[in-house]
């Protein structure tokens, strides 16, 4: 196992919907390189995404091991329903697949669950909610994270998921000021279901939200994605 060192670089990869982004990390968890993206293959197939992520790690300087958030649920490295990825994600091993590519060391989690690490503080109940192609979600007890949600596809409003009315296809599709207010809603909603201490928003529409939050919800910077892949190698 690799141990915990100022020396040793992590490769923090964000799979995203529409994006594949990647950073490298020193051992306290700072940025090291610029930010790399390119978009996700529109049949993002496992095998698609990986030849597009191989492209992007090869322009990358050397690294230690690799931390990856992915847009679904994931256990023990195995990815599982990825609703805004091709179908063949579903049991697909992740870990080993980048093991294979860079022969290094791979975690991989909830990517809703990578940015939280990077923004939470531990203290009392915390909810992440980011937002983007679709809607991820991670909460945590005094900064342990409960449990692999998918409240994107729970029922909101009019028998649609809160997926089908915040995703990125509906802000297009009904524009950001009817998005802003059905997001004003569903943080009310949040609120008294999880009787959080914080809500934090991210995601690449975090900075798309154009009303005043309440005193305990705050916009996370969306490279938080990357930033808390370093969290995943903290035993």
């Avoid at 994931?74 to 080993?96: E, I, T």
């Avoid at 279901?193 to 916009?219: D, E, H, I, T, W």
Wanted: net charge neutral; glycine share 14%.
């Amino acid at each position: 196992m690799v141990t915990e060192s100022h020396d040793i670089r992590t490769l923090a990869i964000d799979i995203g919907g529409s994006g594949l982004k990647m950073i490298i990390l020193d051992g306290e968890g700072h940025p090291i390189t610029e930010r790399s993206r390119e978009p996700t293959p529109k049949k993002g197939t496992p095998e698609k995404v990986l030849g597009v992520l191989a492209e992007q790690i090869a322009g990358q300087e050397a690294f230690d091991r690799v931390s990856v958030g992915f847009p679904g649920v994931v256990v023990d490295g195995v990815a599982h329903k990825a609703v805004n990825l091709d179908p063949g994600w579903d049991g697909f091993n992740v870990a080993k697949a980048l093991e294979d590519l860079t022969g290094k060391p791979v975690r991989v989690a909830n990517d809703a669950d990578v940015q939280g690490l990077g923004v939470i503080d531990g203290q009392g109940v915390e909810l992440v909610i980011t937002l983007g192609t679709g809607i991820g979600t991670a909460l945590y007890a005094d900064g342990h994270s409960v449990a692999n949600l998918e409240l994107g596809h729970h029922p909101f409003s009019k028998d649609r998921t809160y997926e089908e009315c915040l995703g990125n296809a509906a802000m297009k599709k009904v524009g950001k000021e009817k998005w802003n207010r059905r997001l004003e809603k569903a943080i009310v909603i949040w609120d008294r279901v999880f009787n959080y201490r914080m809500l934090y928003l991210g995601g690449g529409n975090a900075r798309k939200v154009a009303f005043k939050l309440p005193s305990n919800v705050q916009k996370v910077p969306n490279i938080a994605g990357l930033l808390g892949g370093i969290a995943l190698w903290r035993d």
